[in-house]
């Protein structure tokens, strides 16, 4: 394949990854606490490599303020998925749901830690940590939803994007 | 080490800082009076007019204090639950919509912004709990 050929497709790609993230949110928007980005992160930064998918997750940040509004979870979304990329390409490679289930795990029970650091920045020490500890019922949720969603789909959604080719 | 192992020690960490988390939470909780307490209630609303209710309530937190209240008649709000509690968006007909104009109901109590949503927010005697519209 040529160079441009290759770069064409990979916007197609990174375009393609957006969209899906975008439907997904508003898939499950009315369960609170409960969605797929974790996973699709993840799954897509495997196979995708982190470029690409650090390139959809902005993309996604953007789509979400357009469609919502600049909010100060807006800050929050430029940084955090670039981060679960960051932990994705730091776990070592493996075929095993568990390993990524726990990373998707941990990343939902920090999740409310993550966002506080914008907080931190805006309001201080004292605000970051009682906003942290208001949200820890919800990142608990988050959490455990994350480990499931991650141990159910990550083999499914693996072997379906096995068949792309990268 | 070998990886299923570490695959375990990990599961184990994880669960470590959710229980973490969790004992965090609760030992932080504000404690909720109970008993009858003497508290107002105030909405501000987009023009800055003030209206105030005072209330003698056993409400142990906000929500409630706004459902009681709502009872009355004179008072009235609507919300839903989103990732961080209750969220309140429309009180005494007037709609805050922050992905139309950047408004929004604030909570403040004793004069200062909370640092809860509605329905964590504790109740106390003699404070002074205010609905604002702001943008």
Redesign the interface.
């Known amino acids: 394949m040529t160079e441009q050929g290759r770069v064409l497709r990979q916007i197609t790609y990174t375009a393609a990854m957006t969209a899906i993230m975008e439907a997904a949110k508003f898939s499950l928007n009315s369960i609170?606490?409960v969605e797929l980005i974790t996973l699709l992160v993840i799954v897509f930064t495997r196979r995708f490599g982190w470029k690409m998918t650090l390139a959809a997750s902005l993309l996604f940040a953007v789509l979400e303020c357009m469609?919502?509004?600049?909010?100060t979870w807006s800050a929050v979304y430029f940084y955090i998925w670039p981060l679960l990329i960051l932990f994705t390409v730091l776990v070592?490679s493996?075929q095993?749901p568990?390993?990524y289930s726990?990373l998707a795990?941990?990343f939902g029970?920090?999740f409310g830690a993550f966002c506080s650091l914008f907080t931190l920045v805006t309001a201080g020490w004292n605000?970051a940590v009682?906003?942290w500890?208001?949200?820890?019922?919800?990142?608990?949720v988050h959490?455990?939803s994350n480990?499931v969603i991650c141990l159910l789909l990550f083999k499914p959604l693996q072997k379906a994007l096995s068949y792309i080719h990268a | 080490m070998k990886?299923t192992a570490k695959?375990w020690i990990?599961?184990a960490l994880?669960l470590v800082?959710?229980l973490g988390?969790?004992f965090?939470?609760r030992n932080?909780q504000p404690a909720a009076q109970e008993g009858s307490k003497e508290v107002t209630l105030e909405v501000v609303d987009s023009k800055g007019e003030t209206k105030t209710y005072s209330v003698k309530t056993d409400a142990e937190y906000l929500s409630q204090l706004m459902d009681e209240v709502q009872k009355s008649g004179d008072f009235s709000y609507e919300g839903s639950?989103?990732?961080?509690?209750l969220f309140i968006e429309t009180v005494n007909g007037e709609t805050a919509d922050?992905?139309?104009d950047?408004s929004y109901w604030a909570i403040y109590v004793n004069g200062d912004m909370g640092?809860?949503?509605a329905d964590?927010q504790p109740v106390e005697d003699g404070g002074v709990y205010r609905l604002a519209y702001e943008k």
């Open positions: 609170a606490n469609w919502w509004g600049i909010a070592p493996s095993d568990l390993v726990i795990g941990a029970l920090l605000a009682a906003w500890i208001a949200g820890i019922p919800y990142d608990l959490g455990v480990f | 990886n695959k990990a599961l994880v800082l959710a988390m969790f965090i939470w932080n639950v989103g990732d961080y509690g922050y992905s139309v950047q640092q809860y949503g964590t």
